[in-house]
T-cell receptor, first 112, second 112 residues
Framework: GQQLNQSPQSMFIQEGEDVSMNCTSS?????WLWYKQDPGEGPVLLIA?????ELTSNGRLTAQFGITRKDSFLNISASIPSDVGIYFC????????????FGTGTRLQVFP | DVKVTQSSRYLVKRTGEKVFLECVQD?????MFWYRQDPGLGLRLIYF???????EKGDIPEGYSVSREKKERFSLILESASTNQTSMYLC???????????FGPGTRLTVT
């Protein structure tokens, strides 16, 4: 099945730094979701986006629904060690389906 | 808070055994999903269900079946486990018209 392209694949940053990652598709998406997965656990929903241009925050996390509807971005400000994990984007291409298409994931490592 | 629970966190089975993975959600969600997650392949949809006794094939249904006798419970069945079914299995649920899927903690299944 199709997967969304996420970049970067992995990031190694120092505590306190800001983080940016993105997710791109060759086709238009109507919904974008961002998840975080800790090692050995299930993904946890962070942010959901429903409109082009929408900017939504959840604490230190901010995500945007790209204007072209073919991409989405996630920013983490002032990273802390517990931000470590894999971040996945997901989306739907149609309003008539709730089947999600998932990104390939960005692995984040934070060093103290 | 949405709670999705899975019957086992870790499971070791022998080739040819029949395996049952159970998922329960407590938010009265209509839709439930089973995925498997493998390194490099991301999350792949096995089966999903829109209602009690209803099921739809996902992208990789071969070798699996499902059962949904009660709204809150969705079971994944491996009729005759094989080593290539060693994987992390994730259950998720959402409302009938919702896109935000909530995941359980996962079951790491090893077939020897």
């Amino acid at each position: 099945g199709q997967q969304l392209n996420q970049s970067p694949q992995s990031m190694f940053i120092q505590e306190g730094e800001d983080v940016s990652m993105n997710c791109t598709s060759s086709s238009i998406f109507n919904t974008w979701l961002w998840y975080k997965q800790d090692p050995g656990e299930g993904p946890v929903l962070l942010i959901a986006l429903y409109k082009a241009g929408e900017l939504t925050s959840n604490g230190r996390l901010t995500a945007q629904f790209g204007i072209t509807r073919k991409d989405s971005f996630l920013n983490i400000s002032a990273s802390i060690p517990s931000d470590v994990g894999i971040y996945f984007c997901a989306g739907t291409r149609s309003y008539n389906t709730d089947k999600l298409i998932f990104g390939t994931g960005t692995r984040l490592q934070v060093f103290p | 808070d949405v709670k999705v629970t899975q019957s086992s966190r870790y499971l070791v089975k022998r080739t040819g055994e029949k395996v049952f993975l159970e998922c329960v959600q407590d938010m009265d969600h209509e839709n439930m999903f089973w995925y498997r997650q493998d390194p490099g392949l991301g999350l792949r949809l096995i089966y999903f269900s829109y209602d009690v006794k209803m099921k739809e094939k996902g992208d990789i249904p071969e070798g699996y079946s499902v059962s949904r006798e009660k709204k809150e419970r969705f079971s994944l069945i491996l009729e005759s486990a094989s080593t290539n079914q060693t994987s992390m299995y994730l259950c998720a649920s959402t409302t009938r018209s919702g896109y935000e899927q909530y995941f359980g903690p996962g079951t790491r299944l090893t077939v020897t």
